[in-house]
């Protein structure tokens, strides 16, 4: 009896010391790989006006897959016509990777006329959390007076998933918590 514990002991132990570089080399492995910033799939076009051509948005992305800002071209042209960064938050920026789905890639960069001026305004995403369904974002609004996008700080520190609504002129957020809506 004594002999057999020794060894049962004795295998315990080796199994534990291979242990750390078991689980090291899968957590390596298991690690997602951060997108690549060339990816097509970071490259938006739309107009920000009915009639208007397509500018092309490309959401610029570091080494390790964080959404640094948005690059703005206007139709046909490669030449930078506009540059916004991220809003800075750095706990929240979120670090895109491999794994993310389409649907996920597509809600980098969205665009909706927020405050209802006929123009469409960018909200550019600096934390999404998938299990709450919850997305804050960097939102750029359309100043058609200096023909720029120019950072709006109150709606972007209220805006928790903001939905407009044109008929009313009014926006709503919603803000899912695992207690359910709020």
Same mark, same amino acid.
């Given at each position: 009896?004594?002999?057999?514990?020794?060894? =049962?002991?004795?295998? +315990?132990?080796?199994?534990?010391?291979?242990?750390?570089? *078991?689980?090291?080399? %899968?957590?390596?492995?298991?690690? %997602?790989?951060? !997108? &690549?910033?060339? &990816?097509?799939?970071?490259?938006?076009?739309?107009?920000?006006?009915? @009639?208007?051509?397509?500018?092309?948005?490309?959401?610029?992305? &570091?080494? #390790?897959?964080?959404? #640094?800002?948005?690059? *703005?071209?206007? =139709?046909?042209?490669?030449?930078?016509?506009?540059? !916004?960064?991220?809003?800075?938050?750095? *706990?929240?920026?979120?670090?895109?990777?491999?794994?993310? +789905?389409?649907? &996920?890639?597509?809600? +980098?960069?969205?665009? =909706?006329?927020?405050?209802?001026?006929?123009?469409?305004?960018?909200?550019? !995403?600096?934390? /999404?959390?998938?299990?709450?369904?919850?997305? !804050?974002?960097?939102?750029?609004?359309? /100043?058609?007076?200096? @023909?720029?996008?120019?950072?709006?700080?109150?709606?972007?520190?209220? =805006?928790?998933?903001?939905?407009?609504?044109?008929?009313?002129?009014?926006?709503?957020?919603?803000?899912?918590?695992?207690?359910?809506?709020?």
């Amino acid at each position: 009896m004594f002999k057999k514990t020794i060894i =049962a002991f004795g295998l +315990l132990g080796l199994l534990v010391s291979f242990f750390p570089s *078991i689980h090291s080399r %899968a957590t390596a492995q298991d690690k %997602a790989k951060p !997108l &690549d910033p060339n &990816d097509p799939r970071t490259t938006f076009s739309f107009p920000i006006h009915p @009639g208007w051509k397509p500018f092309r948005f490309k959401v610029e992305l &570091d080494k #390790t897959g964080t959404v #640094t800002g948005v690059s *703005i071209f206007r =139709a046909g042209e490669s030449t930078l016509f506009q540059t !916004l960064p991220t809003c800075g938050t750095e *706990i929240l920026n979120e670090q895109v990777t491999e794994d993310w +789905l389409e649907h &996920d890639i597509s809600k +980098l960069l969205t665009h =909706a006329d927020l405050n209802f001026d006929g123009f469409e305004d960018l909200e550019l !995403l600096e934390y /999404d959390n998938g299990h709450l369904d919850k997305r !804050l974002y960097c939102i750029y609004l359309w /100043d058609n007076k200096i @023909g720029r996008f120019r950072y709006s700080p109150e709606l972007t520190e209220e =805006a928790v998933d903001p939905v407009p609504h044109p008929e009313s002129k009014t926006i709503t957020m919603r803000n899912d918590w695992q207690g359910g809506t709020f």
